[in-house]
């Protein structure tokens, strides 16, 4: 049986801070090899020098070979780089630009196939909410929003969920018009394990972060804790 994992965080890791990379220790443990392969895609931010950098910096110190692909700058073969790989990383930034861009180059359903083949996908904000059906996302510059992601994943995902003011109210606000039915809410310094399609599990990396499940019940909102 192949193994399927996403680990979609919601917001921290490498990309603000080296630290002691403990989410980013917890991507390289789903793999049973020594120096396994990672691949970052940091199209969200346009392909950022400096988030590039920090990627290098950060996995070479965890025995890994990174590399990573560009898609605004001459584009390698997308299926033969992504299929040789370990583990996929996806960087933040806009969502809607990301996914327009990978369905230009045909990344989408490269992915999709990575996946099905086993190799871990993983990500932070865009490159959290982009494996489920759907996520909440700030891609627009005055309104957060939902969008339709790559469908991995069964549900809708909204990452930072304690770390930007106006997330928590947004999703209470679709749950009670009953726009969702149910929203998976990834708090920062905290990411959702899902292992083959249906384990859900929440990793720590902060201080008693969570990710649960909000959805409505008899007018009132439910929590679950994952």
Wanted: overall charge positive; proline content about 2%; some cysteine.
């Amino acid at each position: 049986m192949i193994n399927k994992n996403i680990v979609a965080i919601g917001g921290g890791g490498f990309g603000r801070s080296l630290g002691s990379l403990e989410i980013e220790k917890y991507i390289i443990s789903l793999i049973s090899k020594k120096r396994p392969k990672i691949c970052f895609i940091p199209t969200a931010s346009g392909d950022s020098s400096l988030y590039k950098l920090n990627f290098y910096r950060a996995f070479s110190k965890l025995d890994c070979l990174p590399s990573h692909i560009d898609l605004f700058s001459r584009t390698e073969n997308l299926e033969d780089k992504v299929l040789n790989q370990d583990i996929i990383y996806v960087g933040g930034g806009n969502t809607k630009s990301m996914l327009a861009v990978w369905k230009e180059w045909n990344l989408h359903k490269i992915l999709k196939n990575a996946y099905k083949k086993g190799i871990v996908m993983s990500g932070v904000s865009a490159g959290a909410i982009c494996w489920f059906d759907k996520g909440v996302t700030d891609s627009f510059a005055k309104e957060l929003t939902i969008i339709n992601c790559l469908g991995i994943v069964d549900g809708i995902a909204c990452p930072h969920f304690d770390e930007e003011k106006e997330r928590e109210p947004y999703v209470n606000y679709v749950l009670n018009k009953e726009i969702i039915n149910s929203c998976i809410c990834i708090e920062g310094n905290c990411a959702l394990h899902i292992k083959n399609d249906f384990e859900y599990s929440s990793i720590d990396f902060g201080n008693g972060k969570k990710c649960f499940r909000l959805s409505k019940k008899n007018n009132n909102l439910m929590k679950e804790i994952l």
